[in-house]
T-cell receptor
Framework: SQTIHQWPATLVQPVGSPLSLECTVE??????LYWYRQAAGRGLQLLFY??????ISSEVPQNLSASRPQDRQFILSSKKLLLSDSGFYLC????????????FGSGTRLTVV | QQPVQSPQAVILREGEDAVINCSSS?????VHWYRQKHGEAPVFLMI?????EQKGHEKISASFNEKKQQSSLYLTASQLSYSGTYFC????????????FGTGTRLTIIP
């Protein structure tokens, strides 16, 4: 069966520090991968998605970036965090093609101080 | 543009029914429904494809009106476990496989 792993679960980082969040999927190949962010009490905002290795689409211009160095690995990064980067970051995957729901990782709660 | 959900929040007693609506200004290929418990990740409930189908999952079902670009989620005989925030998500088509989530509806079930 397929599983998605996301870490760390919580993170407190100072303003201006770098960020690296990692997500991996097991039990499938060539998945679509997604990064979402959820501000406190708000909806889910799509940040990046990838349909293959090295293919990244950015949805929101900001100081974040994403990379997909391996088929089942998706990384969210920042060189310098802002206070506004605080939030609940969720990685998700689904099989390529239509008719599938998205499966989310357990999320990373990031607080920038 | 983000789909709009209504109502924003609803409080029900156990056993009562609820309807949550999702409306988009864009043509849709599919509509997803998810439930998110406080502090947890969203969990997939069901997907509806264009063609106006209706789906059911135990006491939770949904419909999709492609022409009106609307979907509704129906919860019957609600249980305490149904509490959470419900999000619809929309995809615009094959080759455009990204999910845009709606504004969310917070459902509270009280005994």
């Amino acid at each position: 069966s397929q599983t998605i792993h996301q870490w760390p679960a919580t993170l407190v980082q100072p303003v201006g520090s770098p960020l690296s969040l990692e997500c991996t999927v097991e039990g499938t190949s060539n998945p679509n991968l997604y990064w979402y962010r959820q501000a406190a009490g708000r909806g889910l905002q799509l940040l990046f998605y990838s349909v293959g290795i090295g293919q990244i689409s950015s949805e929101v211009p900001q100081n974040l970036s994403a990379s997909r160095p391996q088929d089942r690995q998706f990384i969210l990064s920042s060189k310098k965090l802002l206070l506004s980067d605080s939030g609940f970051y969720l990685c998700a995957w689904k099989p390529t093609g239509a008719n599938y729901g998205y499966t989310f990782g357990s999320g990373t709660r990031l607080t920038v101080v | 543009q983000q789909p709009v959900q209504s109502p924003q929040a609803v409080i029900l007693r156990e056993g009562e029914d609820a309807v949550i609506n999702c409306s988009s200004s864009k043509a849709l290929y599919s509509v997803h429904w998810y439930r998110q418990k406080h502090g947890e990740a969203p969990v997939f409930l069901m997907i509806l494809l264009k063609g106006g189908e209706q789906k059911g999952h135990e006491k939770i079902s949904a419909s999709f009106n492609e022409k009106k670009q609307q979907s509704s989620l129906y919860l019957t005989a609600s249980q305490l476990s149904y509490s959470g925030t419900y999000f619809c998500g929309t995809e615009q088509g094959l080759g455009n496989e990204k999910l845009t989530f709606g504004t969310g509806t917070r459902l509270t079930i009280i005994p």
